[in-house]
């Protein structure tokens, strides 16, 4: 493949990768060729390409002679994925105590103050912004490229339910004090109490997903 080629098909990937995981398609939705080609400003090629990694990654189902289909996240997936973070967050947490830098303390500082101000404001974007801000500061900070991409994929997966929480005002506060708790256990170098928040932090997050309308952001 060319690299004109590949630049093309990793554009398409990431934003129909992207439109799914937004919820733009319906579940089962049949993915045309030519209507994302159009959609996207590119030939059929890069699109097929596309899709064929989305399938791999298991957001595209492809049926020979009929064609492609968009699998979204339901509910299952989304118990999975938090079954799978809490323990991978709890990691990233104690690895983060170790590697965080000065730098990366400060910004989650400052994105814990804007978080709390935004929650106050009931801006909810924002706090759903803020909050993967939080979560991407710690990914970096844990010092693994394979644990962080891991960890940001999922965090993605998810992302229509988590917003759907953060707009929930008894769980934005809750997640605010957890976030700040984990915060505070990283700066003391306490590896131990660090992870195991982390991980609670992802636990809080799946009952309060059940317990509200979050639940009714996926299939």
Known sequence: MLKSEYSLTEKVYQNLRSDILAGTFRDREELRETVLAKTYGVSRTPVREAIRQLALEGLVDTIPNRGAYVH????????????????????AARWAVENISDDQIESMEEILYMSEYYRKKEHWEQVYMCDNEFHDIMYSACGSHLLEHMLRTFHEYVQQV??????????????????AAILEAIKSRKADEAAALAKQHIEN?????????????VE
């Open 72 to 91: 979204n996240i339901h509910e299952k997936d989304v118990k999975d994925v938090y079954a799978i973070r809490s323990l991978l967050e709890g990691l």
């Open 205 to 217: 997050a799946v009952e309060s997903w059940k317990s509200t309308d979050a639940i009714h952001a």
């Open 162 to 179: 988590r917003k759907s929480a953060l707009q929930d005002e008894k769980r934005a506060k809750s997640s605010f004090e957890e976030h």
